[in-house]
């Protein structure tokens, strides 16, 4: 009786490992880039946009497929002792595991926190891989230290994004110009990360849950409304490349989490499948809530300020191709036209913004505090003290390594409160130029680079459950092109707007498109002024007016 309960327990812990696998991947992938990603379909469309974005999550499947076999190969040299360190894992010094027993279930006051694009670890160290053991493993000297500066960017890159998007949100629901809520925002949550995690953490752990529910409501009601409205969509394919950035951007990220969902898998090959494809249907269930959602906020929103309708050509000063230029997020003209133009659906705008601001605020507040513990773990290994120092440490609550470790993390939040400041309307670019450009170099050459390392450098196929099949091995390549592709492209994109912004041509064009949007806002604002006052008939109608305001 006794053996049957514990197979019963054993059992029930294992499906609690991969449901949370599962919810980790859709927690770590929904972050910022799926309020990005709409904004920039004012061109391309959903059809297009579909193409690219289904291309880039069979990548991402893929990398999730090989990444795995990675993470034995790790596991397994750490376990033989091979290239085994007494040294700090930046991004996994603070997860806890009391239990001997590695399928022993976690609740959420012993358990990691999870939310955004990483997860809160807390507690002692245990020996799993992680992306520093990673990259101490299988990169020799300069590409192990590119390896973490990219990491290190990238969390700079979406804490910019999350405070740009954040106060975006909060002043929205205010009512204010989100410039004076940037200041309040970023160091709110600042010191709440340097000075207050304790007790922020399970205030975190409960939001990141009801953050899960809120969004799928969200993706689902928007969707429906989306359907009843029905706007007309046009596709340009020529425009496919313009959602292409921000799409390994929505989709980008798992590889961060999953050496530390992998802490709790056993080396057994049911386990580690079973692992595999809880990621990768999380994976899938993000692409299909992002394809949902930028399908209801095109039904919705006008791709751009001019489009076709059933009175001939309608005008409207609300588009996505205005909130791209103006940097927002996709939720802003998203609730300004159900409110204006669909007052009966006032009740989703509330819901999209509540969802906006739950969800923005706790992936600050976990990549803010994962970038802390990256830097505390970066401090430890370089502080020099010895054994007896150490011991001493642990017994003070604030020494001289916490001072230094606190005024360096206030720094670097400084960094990114001044870039916020100094380029509020940088939302989009921050998210297609930099981030995108700092996960595809980590998952283009670094990883890659990983990959053919750890089959050259170790010799321990005997010892991995999970082998990759030899007929699969060519699309291993796959890998590279594609985010070498997307790096190349984002190099060439950046480099193309500087030229353009610098041109006096597109300087003038510029100014002379501001101008014209300035004459026919006043035509439309006289025409609507006097409209009370002239009879119907005397206004000729073709397909040339602008019949449609609002």
């Known amino acids: 009786m006794g053996n049957k309960q514990n197979y019963k327990n054993g059992r029930h812990a294992t499906l ?65 002792g091979t290239s085994h360190k007494e040294e700090m894992v930046p991004l996994n010094d603070m997860l806890e595991d009391e239990s001997c027993d590695e399928m022993a279930p976690m609740d959420s006051s012993t358990g990691p926190v999870l939310a955004g694009h990483v997860i809160i670890p807390k507690g002692q160290e245990i020996e799993s891989p992680s992306l520093y053991t990673l990259g101490s493993l299988f990169l020799g000297c300069g590409f192990k230290q590119c390896f973490e500066i990219i990491l290190f960017l990238q969390f700079v890159g979406f804490l910019i994004s999350y405070a740009l998007a954040g ?76 959602p292409f950035l921000m799409g390994t951007v929505a989709l980008g990220g798992v590889i961060n989490t999953m050496p530390l969902m992998y802490t709790k898998v056993k080396p057994d090959a049911k386990q580690i499948k079973n692992f595999r494809l809880s990621v990768i249907l999380g994976l899938l269930t993000c692409m299909v809530l992002n394809v949902l ?5 095109l039904d919705i929103v006008p791709q751009t300020s001019s489009f ?34 669909y007052p009966e659906y006032t009740w989703v705008s509330l819901l999209v913004e509540s969802f ?28 020099p003290k010895d054994k007896e120092s150490a011991y001493k440490s642990k017994k003070i609550c604030c020494n001289g390594e916490c001072v230094c470790n606190k005024i360096v993390s206030l720094f670097l939040f400084s960094i990114v409160f001044l870039v916020a400041m100094l380029d509020p309307r940088g939302f989009v670019e921050m998210l297609e130029k930099y981030s995108s450009l700092t996960i595809n170099l980590e998952a283009g050459l670094f990883v890659f ?15 991995i459950c999970v082998r990759i099949p030899g007929y699969m091995r060519p699309l291993q390549l796959l890998i590279p092109l594609y985010f070498g592709f997307a790096v190349v492209y984002d190099l060439y994109s950046a480099i193309n707007d500087i030229i ?48 449609n305001v609002f």
């Not at 990141?208 to 409205?229: A, C, N, Q, R």
């Not at 959602?293 to 906020?297: L, N």
């Open 167 to 242: 106060s975006e949100a909060y002043a929205q629901i205010i009512g204010v110009d989100f410039r004076y809520v940037i200041p309040l925002f970023v160091w709110i949550c600042t010191f709440a990360v340097v000075f207050a995690l304790q007790l922020v953490q399970p205030v975190v752990s409960v939001l990141t849950f009801f953050k899960g529910s809120l969004l799928l409501g969200t993706v689902i009601i928007t969707f429906i409304v989306g359907s009843e409205v029905n706007r007309e969509i046009l596709d340009d394919f020529q425009a496919t490349g313009e």
């Open 356 to 383: 906006i601001v739950v969800s923005i605020t706790v992936s600050f507040l976990v990549s803010g505090a994962v970038l802390y513990h990256t830097l505390t773990g970066l401090m430890k290994s370089l502080w």
């Open 16 to 80: 609690f490992v991969y449901l949370q696998s599962y919810f980790v991947t859709i927690a770590t992938i929904l972050g910022v880039g799926i309020l990005g990603l709409p904004v920039t379909l004012s061109r391309a469309g959903l059809y297009p946009f579909l193409v690219s974005f289904i291309l880039g999550s069979v990548v991402q499947v893929l990398l999730v497929y090989f990444f795995v076999e990675l993470l034995q190969i790790a596991y397994a040299a750490q376990n033989s």
């Open 500 to 547: 353009l912004e610098s041109s006096p041509a597109t300087i003038n064009s510029t100014q002379l498109n501001n101008s014209v949007i300035e004459k026919v806002t006043q035509i439309l604002n006289s025409l609507d002024t006097t409209s009370s006052s002239v009879q119907p008939s005397t206004l000729p109608l073709n397909s040339t007016n602008f019949t």
């Open 293 to 297: 959602w930028c399908w209801a906020v």
């Open 308 to 341: 076709p309708c059933k009175t001939g050509i309608c005008h409207s000063n609300i588009s996505l191709a205005r909130s791209k230029s103006l940097g927002e997020i996709s939720t802003i003209p998203l609730t300004e036209i159900i409110r204006t133009k």
């Open 449 to 463: 680079l990983m990959m053919l390392s750890a089959r050259k450098k170790y010799t321990l196929q005997q010892k």
